[in-house]
């Protein structure tokens, strides 16, 4: 199991973009250092990967508006995939879940 979870953050130096911040979860609530995350824009097919540090975070800032899909891989535990997550301007998108463990 793998839980996302995200949070906002204060500042961004861009008032017309919108960010996805959080931290990788395992099911005890031990954080997942070296997960994967794939942040893609689906008007644009724009795609950013990111790798969470190790304290299990990761920062995704400067994302137009619009609609996203973020994949969330980490060694041990199954791909979790979030659908249609809507980026805000001047705004961070807080969610989170879990997935089972292989």
Do not use: H
Request: glycine share 10%.
């Amino acid at each position: 199991m793998l839980i996302v979870i995200a949070v906002p953050l204060c500042a961004q130096s861009d008032g017309n973009r919108g960010q996805i911040v959080g931290t990788v979860y395992d099911p005890v609530q031990a954080v997942v250092p070296n997960a994967k995350v794939q942040v893609q824009n689906k008007a644009t097919g724009a795609v950013r990967e990111f790798t969470t540090g190790p304290e299990g975070q990761f920062r995704a800032i400067l994302l137009d508006a619009g609609s996203y899909d973020v994949k969330v891989d980490a060694q041990g535990f199954a791909q979790r995939v979030y659908q249609n997550v809507t980026v805000n301007v001047g705004s961070a998108v807080s969610f989170g879940c879990d997935a089972a463990a292989w």
